[in-house]
């Protein structure tokens, strides 16, 4: 039987004085990372801030901090492959949770 499984570990750095600390890591099982690809588009980092934005709405964090998240695929024994990580600054109330600054790294997804 075949496995349709996609889990990825989400982990959330609050990025103070230039030092990362690991705020929060979640796992979620969504196919969304891989959705829309084409030859020359990678959705991953922009459905890497959809997910962040999500967690920040529920979050409620003040506008100016700046974050890192970071997005691996995990295997059926649990190993990371590294997809994706944004750097982003939060916006506040009555706005868009985030802004994207960069993203920082990016490797071509395993789908």
Known sequence: MPNWDDWHRVEFFRVLRGRRLLWYTQRIN?????LWRRRNHDPVAEYTKAVADEWFEREGRPAGERWAIRVSRLDDGQSATPLCEIEITTCGDGR??????????MSRSSR
């Open 96 to 105: 868009p949770a985030t802004r994207l600054v960069r993203c920082l790294r």
């Open 30 to 34: 969504d196919h969304g990372f891989y």
